[in-house]
T-cell receptor, first 114, second 114 residues
Framework: NAGVTQTPKFQVLKTGQSMTLQCAQD?????MYWYRQDPGMGLRLIYY???????DKGEVPNGYNVSRLNKREFSLRLESAAPSQTSVYFC?????????????FGPGTRLTVT | AQSVTQLGSHVSVSEGALVLLRCNYS??????LFWYVQYPNQGLQLLLK??????LVKGINGFEAEFKKSETSFHLTKPSAHMSDAAEYFC????????????FGTGTRLQVTL
């Protein structure tokens, strides 16, 4: 039982390049989330998926797209990376979107855009 | 609208001393409140949550927090710090029923010294 896994762990991109961050969970959770963490700003929600087949914007969706590939997997895509997207990205999952259900976080992807 | 303020970005305590991490919130509706811990190079892990039942909430690793509506506070405490408590701690508030409405504070880094 690996919980929430993310790949890659580290990535360096040049401005304008694209990439996809992968996330998978093995807890049979319905809801999944993508956050970014920046120094002094806490975590901010980028996109979330309440259940398989649905996705919605969070607080900071600009410059990102997501795909809920199946119940297990939720990917985050940067089409044209910008230095402002340098951050640590966390994927999380929970049994349901209701806030009372605990969110389980992956170990994060550290992305640098030069 | 909702927000959370964590007073003190860095707190240092001696091993065995009381740990007190401060969190104040604002919410236009009765809030759900959370404390998360993040160990170095890991994702966030839920410590405890307040869901309008008991005002004193006990969590993992000996931590507890008290909801004080009159002071709009949800401070985190632990009677005796251990070296393994060194981490970053995040307070979060949700004024709605869904995890997509979770707002995180900017975090407090706890240092524990011998």
């Amino acid at each position: 039982n690996a919980g929430v896994t993310q790949t890659p762990k580290f990535q360096v991109l040049k401005t304008g390049q694209s990439m996809t961050l992968q996330c998978a969970q093995d807890m049979n959770h319905n809801s999944m989330y993508w956050y970014r963490q920046d120094p002094g700003m806490g975590l901010r929600l980028i996109y979330y998926s309440a259940s398989e087949g649905t996705t919605d914007k969070g607080e900071v969706p600009n410059g990102y797209n997501v795909s809920r590939l199946n119940k297990r997997e939720f990917s985050l895509r940067l089409e044209s990376a910008a230095p402002s997207q340098t951050s640590v990205y966390f994927c999380a999952s929970s049994e349901d979107l209701a806030v009372l259900y605990e969110q389980y976080f992956g170990p994060g992807t550290r992305l640098t855009v030069t | 609208a909702q927000s959370v303020t964590q007073l003190g970005s860095h707190v240092s305590v001696s091993e065995g001393a009381l740990v007190l991490l401060r969190c104040n919130y604002s919410s236009s509706v009765p809030p759900y409140l959370f404390w998360y811990v993040q160990y170095p190079n890991q994702g966030l892990q839920l410590l405890l949550k307040y869901t309008s039942a008991a005002t004193l909430v006990k969590g993992i690793n000996g931590f507890e927090a008290e909801f004080k509506k009159s002071e709009t506070s949800f401070h985190l405490t632990k009677p005796s710090a251990h070296m393994s408590d060194a981490a970053e701690y995040f307070c979060a508030v949700s004024g709605g029923g869904t995890a997509s409405k979770l707002t995180f504070g900017t975090g407090t880094r706890l240092q524990v010294t011998l």
